[in-house]
């Protein structure tokens, strides 16, 4: 069974950053596709990045140029880091897997398996 750990939520101020951090594991694959996913209250869960078995990221209009997604095979991590937070950032931060893929696979309803989630605040 698959089991993701997301880490490294928090409080802080606009312009702010943050990182997170997933480790995955019981994974049956070498190089699953992995992503970020959020989730703001009263909205729908949105994808944030996502990184393909090749290693290609993909990133919502809404964070290119502020979010860089990458991933450690070795470590079986994948992170996310977050730099000119904005107040609308604020929202759970989810960590999701599948098997090996090539794209960017942002609905969420293609992502079987999902970590608990980490707090993001931004505020203004």
């Known amino acids: 069974q698959v089991q993701l750990v997301e880490s490294g939520g928090g409080s802080v101020q606009s312009g702010g950053s943050l990182r997170l951090s997933c480790v995955v594991s019981?994974?049956?694959?070498?190089?699953?596709?992995m992503a970020w996913f959020r989730q703001a209250p009263g909205k729908e869960r949105e994808a944030v990045a996502t990184?393909?078995?090749?290693?290609?990221?993909h990133y919502a209009d809404s964070v290119k140029g502020r979010f860089t997604v990458s991933r450690d095979n070795r470590l079986h991590t994948l992170s996310l880091q977050m730099n000119s937070l904005k107040p609308e950032d604020t929202a759970m931060y989810y960590c999701?897997?599948?098997?090996?893929?090539?794209?960017?696979?942002?609905?969420?309803?293609?992502?079987?398996?999902w970590g608990q989630g980490t707090q993001v605040t931004v505020s203004s």
């Open positions: 999701a897997a599948q098997g090996r893929c090539v794209g960017a696979f942002f609905s969420r309803y293609e992502w079987p398996s």
């Open positions: 019981g994974s049956p694959y070498e190089e699953p596709c």
């Open positions: 990184v393909d078995s090749g290693g290609e990221p």
